[in-house]
């Protein structure tokens, strides 16, 4: 079935370094894909997502691009702060307005 | 629109003792979806309902948990009767199929069962 693989966590990174969370997907279709984030005592909140192939997604210095050739979905940042720490999530669309949910991803970065 | 809204924020509960949670989605998503999430197992689908209709409850983990949405507005999970090992974080979210947006989160139920 349709499935999305994240690199496994935590992530431990210092202020104001680049962040990469490698995110792939099965290539079943043409789904639209999805980066949520969860704050401590959260739920998941939309972080930013991309409909079709090539496309950017964008928000919050965060961005990921829709890559068909490698399906990939790649969440990228050139410059974390301690308040990005959380855990990301990436997601596919299915059919029937379904998300597929990757494992999740902690991000933890020290001053 | 405020949100997905969630009720309570916490509870705990005694074994045995049933449990209600609640849920208002954001007026006008057709979508629901009850989550459940622990440290062991991540985040689980536990069942879905499409304009009220439960359309797939196969993540419901046993009889003893039940799910319901009698209007466009609201819905609950119940569990009757709780376990220490129900313990964990649920969350509602609802969806607009028209839009294909993704889902919208509340800010979960933290349950414990002691």
């Known amino acids: 079935g349709d499935s999305v693989t994240q690199m496994e966590g935590p992530v431990t990174l210092s202020e104001e370094a680049f962040l990469t969370i490698n995110c792939t997907y099965t290539a079943t279709g043409y789904p639209s894909l999805f980066w949520y984030v969860q704050y401590p005592g959260e739920g998941l909140q939309l972080l930013l997502k991309?409909?079709?192939?090539?496309d950017k997604g964008s928000n919050k210095g965060f961005e990921a691009t829709y890559r068909k050739e490698t399906t990939s979905f790649h969440l990228e940042k050139g410059s974390v702060q301690v308040s990005d720490s959380a855990v990301y999530f990436c997601?596919?669309?299915?059919?029937?307005?379904?998300?597929?949910f990757g494992g999740g991803t902690r991000l933890m970065v020290k001053p | 629109d405020a949100g997905v809204i969630q009720s309570p924020r916490h509870e705990v509960t005694e074994m045995g003792q049933e449990v209600t949670l609640r849920c208002k989605p954001i007026?006008?998503?057709?979508?629901l979806f009850w989550y459940r999430q622990t440290m062991m197992r991540g985040l689980e689908l536990l069942i879905y309902f499409n304009n009220n209709v439960p359309i797939d409850d196969s993540g419901m983990p046993e009889d003893r948990f039940s799910a319901k949405m009698p209007n466009a507005s609201f819905s609950t999970l119940k569990i009757q009767p709780s376990e220490p090992r129900d313990s964990a974080v649920y969350f509602c979210?609802?969806?607009?199929?028209?839009?294909?947006?993704?889902?919208?989160f509340g800010s979960g139920t933290r349950l414990t069962v002691v």
């Open positions: 991309a409909t079709k192939a090539d």
């Open positions: 979210a609802s969806s607009d199929s028209g839009t294909g947006g993704g889902y919208t």
């Open positions: 997601a596919r669309g299915n059919a029937g307005n379904m998300l597929t």
């Open positions: 007026s006008g998503h057709d979508y």
